[in-house]
């Protein structure tokens, strides 16, 4: 499934809203340097869908703060 993410880095506290079942707010601490910002929000999807870190990929917006990512959720 593809989820749609608008990024805010460098921010305060740390948010994880859902605005749609497919897309999300989130705000992380890190700073948008060396893929810091990015690594920490496929780190906080993960943990919302109780799945595997490698299971979440980032496929576009690397520079962006919309970003488009892969996450592999299995159903059963």
Request: proline letters at 5%; zero cysteines.
């Amino acid at each position: 499934m593809y989820i749609k993410a608008k990024v805010t880095a460098d921010a305060k506290k740390e948010v994880l809203g859902q605005v749609a079942p497919d897309h999300f707010k989130i705000s992380v601490r890190e700073p948008a340097k060396q893929n810091l910002a990015n690594t920490r929000v496929i780190d906080l999807l993960a943990g919302h869908f109780s799945i595997p870190r490698g299971k979440v990929r980032l496929i576009s917006g690397h520079h962006s703060p919309s970003k488009l990512f892969s996450v592999d959720i299995e159903k059963k």
